[in-house]
Each structure stands twice: as C-alpha cells, then as structure tokens.
C-alpha cells in the first residue's frame, strides 16, 4: 500500500512539474525577452530540428526552393493579426510536430532572432500556446495567396517582406 502512495506521488509531481513548465512566467520587458528567447537551449532545439533543414540555421531560406528569408522579415508578420495567424497556420509551422505551447516559443524565437527590433521597440506581444491553438487547425487552400493579400497590406504600410517565389514555376 505503502509503495502504490509513493508511486501515485510520483506520478503526481511529474504531472505537476510538466505544468509547471508550460506556465513558466516569461519575461515582460523587451530585452529581457530577447536574451530569454536568444539563449533558451530548448527553443533553440526545436528550431534546428523542426524548421532549420528548410529555413537554414541562418533563416535565410532557400530562395531557389520558394523558402522565404525570415531575416528583417518575419518580425512585420508578428506586428499585423492576420499576419501573426498566418505564421501559426503556414504548413511547416501547423503540421510540424511541436505542441501549440512549443511552436509559440519558436515563433517568439525566430523574431527574436531574425528581427530583434520588434523586441527592442519594446511592444511586441508573444506568442503564447492559446493563440496558437486558436489559428492552427484552419489550414489554408492557398499559402501562397494569403501571403500576397498581407503583402498588399504591408505596402500599404510602407514595410517591406523577404521576397516570396513560393507557388511559382518550378517551386
Ligand atoms: C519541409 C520544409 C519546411 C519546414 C521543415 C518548415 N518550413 Fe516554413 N516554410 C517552408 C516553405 C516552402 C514556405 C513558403 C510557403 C509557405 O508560406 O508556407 C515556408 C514559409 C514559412 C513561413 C512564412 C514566411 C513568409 O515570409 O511568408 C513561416 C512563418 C514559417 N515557414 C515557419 C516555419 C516554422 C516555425 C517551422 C518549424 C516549426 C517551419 N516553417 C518548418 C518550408 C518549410
């Protein structure tokens, strides 16, 4: 009787340390953000595995293969609502193998490491496992026309995207 208390202890704190993660409190002020973001081993980690064989280490993409640059880009996304949907429901982000709490640390990551500006200005709002969860079960019929609605938007804007050759001849 005594080992199944220890055993069911067990279980219990496991549970509890594994919630625990998912509401670790994050830093508030944009530079401390940054430098969380910049030096988590764990994001980091995902990144290479999940994202990094298409997006390069370097987030240059692969222009050649219609992988768009996240560097000096991304960040615009993540300013915009139906653009910060738009990198929840993206097929390598949607159907990658990282649970919602996961991809919104890498998504947190790849702005603060491919457009630390968003950080620095001091505004930006992270991704957080709800928002994920609440745009990645709609997939899109056509990425690549719902990436040229929000480029129609950022011109307005005057803000300028990594050129984006997806969907075209050979790509
Ligand atoms: C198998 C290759 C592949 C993998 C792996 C991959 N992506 Fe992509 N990604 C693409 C391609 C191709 C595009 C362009 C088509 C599109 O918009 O989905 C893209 C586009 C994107 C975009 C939109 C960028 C823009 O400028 O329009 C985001 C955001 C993105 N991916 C995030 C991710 C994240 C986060 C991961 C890892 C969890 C990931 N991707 C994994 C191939 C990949």
């Known amino acids: 009787m005594k080992a199944l208390i220890l055993v069911l202890l067990g279980c219990v704190s496991v549970l509890g340390m594994k919630a625990?993660?998912?509401k670790r409190p994050l830093p508030t002020d944009g530079n401390t953000q940054l430098s969380?973001?910049?030096n988590s081993e764990r994001v980091y980690k995902d990144y290479m595995l999940q994202c990094a064989g298409c997006h390069r280490y370097d987030g240059q993409g692969?222009?050649?293969r219609g992988?768009?640059?996240f560097v000096d880009s991304i960040g615009l996304f993540s300013r915009m609502v139906d653009g910060r949907a738009y990198m929840i429901r993206v097929p390598g982000s949607a159907q990658?193998?990282?649970n919602n709490d996961e991809l919104a640390m890498v998504l947190n990551y790849?702005?603060?490491r491919f457009s630390p500006e968003e950080f620095e200005r001091n505004g930006f709002r992270l991704f957080s496992a709800a928002e994920v969860g609440a745009s990645r079960p709609y997939r899109f019929d056509d990425v690549a026309a719902a990436r040229?609605?929000?480029e129609m938007?950022?011109?307005e804007k005057g803000w300028l995207p990594a050129p984006y050759l997806f969907g075209q001849a050979g790509r």
């Open 20 to 22: 625990a993660e998912a």
């Open 36 to 38: 969380y973001f910049l």
């Open 62 to 64: 692969v222009e050649s």
């Open 67 to 69: 992988i768009p640059s």
């Open 96 to 98: 990658s193998q990282l």
């Open 110 to 112: 790849i702005v603060a």
């Open 148 to 150: 040229k609605t929000l």
């Open 153 to 155: 938007q950022m011109e």
